[in-house]
Each structure stands twice: as structure tokens, then as C-alpha cells.
């Protein structure tokens, strides 16, 4: 069982950052890739990007590549979403997700979510 809570989300205007973040736990967090999909009002859970438990893998969708950065510290069980040069369709809900062993850009193969943090960017 993973338990997860992601935090760091609000308002930003065009071209700010945020980072958010999403703190682990449980008894099987040592062994989970981690991924951040969004939903934004009327569209469907769109994946993000995801990190291996190594930290050695990332991939990302092609309307964040440049812009936005998965990391994770293991010794605290934190995943983080850097988001840079953020526009107003990345306005969305942001979820963190967790599953055991590789990475996936499938929201079907994560067992594990949080309940999300709002991301509202003004034009």
C-alpha cells in the first residue's frame, strides 16, 4: 500500500513557475515508479510525466518537454514536478500516481493516487 499527498499548487500567471510536490508512503515506496498526470475541466486524465525509482528514467508528454522537470529524492520519499515557462491550458488538476516496478505512461497501470493539487495559470 502507497499512500500519496501532493502539495504546491495555485495561481500563477503566464510564464511563472511552480513546483509541486508529492510526499510517499507506505510499505512499498522503495520499489515504485512515479508519475504526474492532470485532468483539466471537461478533458480526460492526461499523463504528464514519470520518473523510475532510480531517478535514471524520465519521460514526459510533448507539450511539457523543455518546460517542466520530474525529480525525486528517495531518503525523503518526494517526488517533485518543477514547472517553468507555465502557460494557461497547463491550468489543470495535478496528480501524483505511483506504481510497482517500471515506468508507464498509462494512468490505467497506476495503482496508487493522490487527490490532486489545483493549478490555475492566468493568460
Known amino acids: 500500500q502507497v499512500q500519496l499527498v501532493e502539495s504546491g499548487g495555485g495561481l500563477v500567471q503566464g510564464g511563472g513557475s511552480l513546483r509541486l510536490s508529492c510526499a510517499a508512503s507506505?510499505?512499498?515506496?522503495?520499489?515504485?515508479?512515479m508519475a504526474w498526470f492532470r485532468q483539466a475541466p471537461g478533458k480526460g486524465r492526461e499523463f504528464v510525466g514519470t520518473?523510475?525509482?532510480?531517478?535514471?528514467?524520465?519521460e514526459y508528454v510533448g507539450s511539457v518537454k523543455g518546460r517542466f522537470t520530474i525529480s525525486r529524492d528517495n531518503a525523503k520519499n518526494m517526488v517533485y514536478l518543477q514547472m517553468n515557462s507555465l502557460k494557461p491550458e497547463d491550468t489543470a488538476v495535478y496528480y501524483c500516481?505511483?506504481?510497482?516496478?517500471?515506468?508507464?505512461?498509462?494512468?490505467?497501470?497506476?495503482?496508487?493516487w493522490g487527490r490532486g493539487t489545483q493549478v490555475t495559470v492566468s493568460s
Open positions: 500516481a505511483a506504481r510497482i516496478g517500471g515506468t508507464s505512461t498509462l494512468s490505467s497501470e497506476y495503482r496508487y
Open positions: 507506505g510499505r512499498n515506496v522503495g520499489s515504485t515508479a
Open positions: 520518473i523510475s525509482w532510480s531517478g535514471s528514467l524520465t
